[in-house]
Every structure is written in C-alpha cells, then in structure tokens.
Nanobody, 120 residues
Framework: QVQLVESGGGLVQAGGSLRLSCAGSGRTFSSFDMGWFRQAPGREREKVAE?????????YYVDSVKGRFTISRDNDKNTVYLQMNSLKPEDTAVYYCAAKSRYTSTYDYWGQGTQVTVSS
C-alpha cells in the first residue's frame, strides 16, 4: 500500500504561482511512477504531469501546461511536487496525486485531492 497526501492548493490570481506537494508513505516510494491529475467540474479527469521512477528528465506533460508546470520528486523525502506558474483560470480544478508501479499502466494509489482556484 501507498498512502498519498496532497497539500499546497489554494486561491491565486491569474498569472500567479502555486506549488503542490504530495507526501507518500508505505512501500518504497522511489520505485513508483508518480502523476498529477486534475478534474474540473463537469469535466473528465485528465493527467497533467507524470514523472517516472527513474526521475530526472523522464517526465510527461499535457500540452496545455507545457512550459508552465514542472513536476519533480525528492525520493529522500518521499515527496513529489508540481510547480505551477503563469496560472490561468482554466487551470482551476481539484488536483490529485497518484502512484503506480513502473511495471503497470494503471494508477492504483490516489490522494484525497487539493483544490486549486485561479481567479481572472
């Protein structure tokens, strides 16, 4: 089992920044791929960013956040981050942290979510 707890959400004006954190516990954190997802009201959940167990440049970003968001991980602290810059109102959503084995394609472990609201 992996337990995930997100923090860092809040209300910010358009153009501002937020950093989300996701603290993991349980099984070996460094062996998991980690992802950030978001879900806005009335919309499907989408994967925003992903960082693979090997870290470094092994990352993925959805096109709408490329150049604005950065995912990173600190395996010593069992934490993954999402730095969000140049925020837009359309970034408003509940953001979820998730983890999966590097041998599978399905995210099995989820945090409770943190609300991000960007005002215009």
């Amino acid at each position: 089992q992996v337990q995930l707890v997100e923090s860092g959400g809040g209300l910010v004006q358009a153009g501002g920044s937020l950093r989300l954190s996701c603290a993991g516990s349980g099984r070996t954190f460094s062996s998991f791929d980690m992802g950030w997802f978001r879900q806005a009201p009335g919309r499907e959940r989408e994967k925003v960013a992903e960082i693979y167990w090997s870290g470094g440049t092994s990352t993925y970003y959805v096109d709408s956040v490329k150049g604005r968001f950065t995912i990173s991980r600190d395996n010593d602290k069992n934490t993954v981050y999402l730095q969000m810059n140049s925020l837009k109102p359309e970034d408003t959503a509940v953001y979820y942290c998730a983890a999966k084995s590097r041998y599978t394609s399905t995210y099995d472990y989820w945090g409770q979510g943190t609300q991000v609201t960007v005002s215009s």
